[in-house]
């Protein structure tokens, strides 16, 4: 066990990479803000339901560069941004199921 001084003059705590990620997660509305994003971007034709779904597992950041592959490389960029989503959602382990 660390004494007390050790743990106040802990630096590794400090070399942790910083992730923007971490501190917008913990707004309580960041899955709705990234949800409204994902409709302005894609059009009424993306649910938003399925946006915030999305917006729990991957950061806006991969969010972000799935929609500009979907932008640039579909005829029907909401389907091949969902598509992407599912994919990646694959492989995280997360069920289509799963809200």
Do not use: Q
């Amino acid at each position: 066990m660390k004494s007390i001084g050790d743990m106040i003059n802990d630096n590794e705590r400090f070399k942790k990479p910083f992730n923007i990620d971490d501190i917008e997660k913990k707004d309580p509305f960041y899955a709705d803000k990234v949800a409204d994003w994902l409709v302005e971007e894609l059009g009424p034709g993306f649910k938003r339901r399925y946006g915030c779904k999305v917006a729990r597992y991957i950061s806006r950041a991969h969010l972000a560069k799935l929609l500009v592959t979907a932008k640039e490389r579909g005829d029907k960029p909401v389907r091949l941004f969902c598509f992407l989503c599912e994919k990646e959602l694959r492989l995280r382990g997360v069920s289509k199921y799963d809200s």
